[in-house]
């Protein structure tokens, strides 16, 4: 993968790096070009680096069985509640933090599903909602992005299992797809929930980047490990 995880920078965010029953530290030597640069241009979260009780999200690491190779840190989640196929938002997750400034911020979740045998479009998915004081900068309205709404790997049953992808595709309404994309204010704090929707699906990092300094394709190679 492109970048190492050791040339992400951690944003000046309030966020609190550890987790509820999986605590570690994890310390980054900074690349000083990204630094320099980008620096408030993007907010990084490892998706493990939450408060919240994990209910039924595991904690998978590099000698567990199941552990998909490339994970970031070497640790990263995975949903084992509701079916494979579907579910109502579950074991909800907050990552709070501090937007380094104003701007249009749209997420990307580093992904893999592990099928076990199902369709290629089943163990994909989750919920996401953020709260806080934004605006919608995508289709989606401002209210509906305050609630739970269904986010899903990018080519969706064309993505290989048991391989890293980004998720970064919204569906409110059935098979009308568009992203989630924020209108925050420097300064502001907000809350983001992760929720599992089905079965067998991990996460390893979450992304917000301004869409204004990156293109989505740019923005997928330089925030891939």
Known sequence: MLIHKKYFIYV??????????????KKNHKNAFLESKFKTDFIFIEAEQTLSNL???????????????G??????????GNKAITGKPNSPLEYKFTAPKSGNFKL??????????????????????????????S?????????????LQDGNDETAELKWHWASTAEKDRHVYTD??????????YILTLSGRSMRFSVDYLVLYDS?????????KLFKK
């Not at 989606?140 to 986010?151: F, G, N, S, V």
């Not at 204004?212 to 997928?220: D, R």
């Open 108 to 137: 990307m979740l580093m992904t893999s599903k592990r099928l076990e045998g199902e369709k290629s479009d089943w163990c994909n998915d989750a919920f996401i909602k953020l709260s806080g004081n934004f605006e919608t900068a």
């Open 139 to 151: 289709k989606l309205t401002t209210a509906a992005l305050k609630k739970d709404i269904k986010i």
């Open 71 to 80: 994970a970031s840190g070497e640790m990263y989640l995975e949903f084992m």
């Open 180 to 189: 989630f994309v924020y209108q925050l204010k420097k300064g502001e704090k």
């Open 12 to 25: 000046t965010i309030s966020l609190l790096v550890f987790s509820c029953g999986a605590q570690k530290s």
């Open 55 to 69: 209910q039924k999200w595991l904690v998978v690491k590099k000698d567990d069985k199941n552990y998909v190779n």
């Open 212 to 220: 204004n300094k990156f293109s989505f394709n740019e923005a997928k």
